[in-house]
Each structure stands twice: as structure tokens, then as C-alpha cells.
């Protein structure tokens, strides 16, 4: 297989763009991807999206996005996996690169979760759960959350204080991040008495949804060095998936899905854990942090909690998470926000993080999920 490196990255702010459409947003990121890497065009575009057609109104984004990027004509298609379809998208430019059938590849993540509002929009997010069995009883994704985090603090007898570092951490970096949604810090104690959303997930616990755009411009390591002065490799790809129900799985409280793509990424790299040094994974949840830390062999089970409350995770920790401020700070613009992931991992190992680099930070791995752990997609970056 060839090997592929990643030469442009572009985003914009993650927020409430009211005044914005689906397309424009994906343009603007697209232009600025291209221009970050000295080209006008490429081979394939491939989009990044989850609610298009539930709350845009919008299927084909594929060739809608390339045609007002100006690169009417090439290959593109929009690639879904809930909300690991970013990470789905880098991997489909990943194998397209790797196999000689496509040069230059764009990926485009996009989401415009304000084009709807209140009921009607948490109804069109549930199409990421099992229509049959959770969403027509009237299941969200928060409620399935705050399910399984009243599980883990039962069977691991914490308490939901214990989770707070992980929102503390989260917003300490995003208050730095100029794309960043909520650049607030929160204070010790706060955690615990935000306002309740699926009792015992509360406000300070889950991400808001956003709106926004990022993109990647991915081609052969050959041509990246000539075309760019530190090109980043895309050293491996994996996907592994679950049960899309938590109750169809012999144990909820482990993310089999999660260990088999790590496992299958860092081995595709020839490298191991403690080779990352930034690892930016999925936050939508603390218990998911918690939970994806466990499975990604960071910490025993159970215990995922103490990486947050030791500050392990923070910039200076042993393994930095939510470096730009993850889902929480940052916003997560679902569809889009595997493909802000890696480009806020690419902007650390470029060494052009700013105040949130992570020093001498040489490796990376991005984990993007889809639901609970249904999807799950890694990537392994080297500077």
C-alpha cells in the first residue's frame, strides 16, 4: 500500500451559525484546506455528515459541497456512521490514497444542527439509536448516557463529582481555542450542581451541539514532500463496531469496540500505547471519556475516572485528551467533529497549537464514536 500523509487542514468557529448554510460553511473550510496546502483542486471529495437529511433537509451533499467549492465534476460522496462519520470519511480517503486509485483526496466534515430547534430536532437526532427498540419509546442519546453512567457509578460505587476534571480539563483548553463554542472555564464544585439533562448526565456533562465545518486535504507521502515543509503521516486506519443498543450487549460497561480499534490501529502502526502522545477521543459524555479510556488500555475498569482527577489528561499529563477542547468546549458538530479531531491533532504534531501544545508531541491517535460505542473509527498520526 502507498503510504499517505496529510497536507492541508482548514475549520471554522464552531457556534450557532444561524445566518449560515450546510453548504457555505463546507466551502468556506474546503477553500481554506486547499489553500493550506498550495492547491486549487483535487481527485475525490469525500463529506463528513450525520444529520443532513434529518435537520438540513439535505441528502447529496457529496455533490453539492464539491460543486460550491468549485470542484464541480470530481468523485464525491458523503460518508455516514453516526457521529464517527468523520473518521469514517478520513478512513474511505485513507484506503482510496493507500490503493493508487485516488491521488489527492479532500475530506469535508459538515453539520448544521441549528436548522432545527427544540423537539423536532431531538426527534431527527435519534436516528442515530435503534429506531425499533429506543427511539420510538421515546430514547435520547443523553438518556441512554445517563443509563449507562448511573450503571458505572453503581458498580463502581464513585461519585458523579469524581467525572468533574474531565469538563474542567475540557474547557481549560477550549478557552484557548478561538473556533471553540463555549470558551468559559468551570470551577471546581461547579460540575456537580449544573442543571440535571438525563439525571445523573447533566449540563456540565454532555457536549452541545453545534455548528460547523472542517477539512483535510489527504495524498501520497511522495507527493506530500514535495508539495508541503512537514506533511503529517496517516500511519494507520481502523474501524471496529458493537451493538447499536446498550442492551443487546453481555456488558454495557465495556466498549469492545473501542478495544478492538485501538488494538487494531496502534499494531497497524507498529507502535504501542504509550507511544501517543495526544489522544484525542470522544467527550460527548464524561462516562464515555471514562469508558474509552478503560478500553483503550489507559486504565483498568473502572478506574477511567482517576486519569481525570489525577490531571492526567491535561496538556502536561500522561495522556493529553481534548487538547482544543474536545466536544464539550470545542462544540460537537457531530458529523463534522472526527474531522476537527484530526485537525487539531495535526495542528499539534505541526507544533502550531499555540497555547494548547502539547510539548515535543510527535504521535498522535484519534478516536471518533458513533453512538455509545456502536462505531468506532481510529487513526494514528506521526509527525
Known amino acids: 500500500m502507498t503510504s499517505v500523509s496529510i497536507i492541508g487542514i482548514g475549520q471554522t468557529p464552531v457556534a450557532e451559525h444561524w445566518e449560515r ?25 469525500y463529506v463528513a455528515n450525520t444529520y443532513g ?22 468523485e464525491a460522496m458523503t460518508v455516514e456512521a453516526g457521529e464517527a462519520a468523520g473518521g469514517a470519511a478520513l478512513r474511505v480517503a485513507f484506503l482510496a490514497v493507500a490503493s493508487g486509485q485516488v491521488e489527492t483526496a479532500m475530506v469535508v466534515g459538515v453539520e448544521k444542527a441549528t436548522d432545527m430547534i427544540g423537539p423536532a430536532r431531538v426527534a431527527a437526532r435519534g436516528v442515530t439509536l435503534d429506531a425499533d ?15 449507562l453512567m448511573r450503571r458505572y457509578l453503581y458498580e463502581h460505587g464513585v461519585e458523579l463529582s469524581a467525572f468533574e476534571n ?21 470551577r471546581p464544585g461547579g460540575f456537580v450542581r449544573a442543571p440535571m439533562v438525563s439525571d445523573p448526565v447533566n449540563l456540565f456533562d454532555s457536549a452541545p451541539d453545534g455548528d460547523g465545518a472542517a477539512a483535510l486535504i489527504v495524498t501520497t507521502a511522495e507527493r506530500a514532500q514535495d508539495l508541503v515543509p512537514k506533511p503529517i503521516a496517516v500511519l494507520a486506519s481502523a474501524v471496529a463496531t458493537d451493538s447499536l443498543a446498550l442492551q443487546d450487549r453481555a456488558d454495557m460497561l465495556r466498549f469492545t469496540a473501542v478495544e478492538r480499534a485501538v488494538d487494531m490501529v496502534l499494531r497497524r502502526a507498529s507502535i504501542s500505547r504509550d507511544d ?16 474509552t479510556l478503560e478500553a483503550a488500555g489507559y486504565a483498568p475498569r473502572g478506574t477511567g475516572w482517576k486519569l481525570a482527577a489525577d490531571n492526567d489528561i491535561a496538556l502536561n499529563g500522561r495522556i493529553p485528551i481534548s487538547t482544543f477542547g474536545g466536544h464539550k468546549s470545542r462544540g460537537n ?24 501544545q502539547v510539548a515535543n508531541a510527535r504521535t498522535a491517535m484519534i478516536l471518533s464514536m458513533g453512538g455509545l460505542g456502536a462505531s468506532v473509527v481510529t487513526h494514528v498520526l506521526q509527525a
Open 333 to 356: 458538530p457531530v458529523g463534522a467533529t472526527g474531522v476537527y479531531q484530526t485537525v487539531e491533532a495535526v495542528l499539534q504534531l505541526r507544533g502550531t497549537a499555540g497555547a494548547n
Open 166 to 186: 474531565f469538563s474542567i480539563n475540557a474547557h481549560a483548553n477550549g478557552s484557548r481555542n478561538a473556533n471553540a463554542m463555549y470558551r468559559n472555564q468551570i
Open 133 to 147: 427498540y429506543e427511539s420510538i419509546h421515546g430514547g435520547t442519546l443523553a438518556a441512554t448516557a445517563g443509563l
Open 276 to 291: 501517543i502522545e495526544v489522544f484525542e477521543l470522544s467527550d460527548v459524555f464524561t462516562v464515555v471519556s471514562a469508558l
Open 53 to 74: 437529511a434529518a435537520i438540513s433537509s439535505q441528502a447529496q451533499l457529496g455533490p453539492l459541497i464539491a460543486d460550491y467549492a468549485g470542484l464541480r465534476g470530481v
Open 21 to 45: 448554510d450546510i453548504r457555505s460553511l463546507a466551502a468556506e473550510a474546503a477553500h481554506a484546506a486547499l489553500e493550506d496546502a498550495g492547491l486549487s483542486t483535487v481527485d475525490a471529495v
